[in-house]
């Protein structure tokens, strides 16, 4: 029904940046709220960021507030997520994420459609 396909990952060093895609497939992404999660090795995956239907509304994650941002672009169905001063712990597996509603929800549980992943790995 939806599917969403992400892009952009890849090896940076500390103090790089990235710009993750996310191209969404459906007829209601502009009525959709959308956000990135990541997992670690041994850790839970966690929510980076969010962003309601408009992109009036955001949410992002205290570790990365300030260093990273969402976008949109609701005429492409695309999703963005800029990643400025790169951290090692910032290394882990991204996934673009997508829920019917159209508000921010910061719980894994509340997005209903996900992306395969795609590898973020900083270096010291």
């Known amino acids: 029904q939806v599917h969403l396909v992400e892009s952009g990952g890849g090896l940076v060093q500390a103090g790089g940046s990235l710009r993750l895609s996310c191209a969404a497939s459906g007829r209601t992404f502009s009525s959709n709220a959308m956000g990135w999660f990541r997992q670690a090795p041994g850790k839970e995956r966690e929510l980076v960021a969010a962003?309601?239907?408009?992109?009036?509304?955001?949410y992002y994650a205290g570790s990365v507030k300030g260093r990273f941002t969402i976008s949109r672009d609701n005429a492409a169905n695309t999703l963005y997520l800029q990643m400025n001063s790169l951290k090692p712990e910032d290394t882990a597996v991204y996934y673009c994420?997508?829920?019917?509603?159209?508000?921010?929800?910061?719980?894994?549980?509340?997005?209903?459609?996900w992306g395969q992943g795609t590898q973020v790995t900083v270096s010291s």
């Open positions: 994420a997508g829920r019917l509603g159209p508000s921010v929800r910061t719980t894994y549980n509340d997005y209903d459609y």
């Open positions: 962003i309601n239907w408009s992109g009036s509304n955001t």
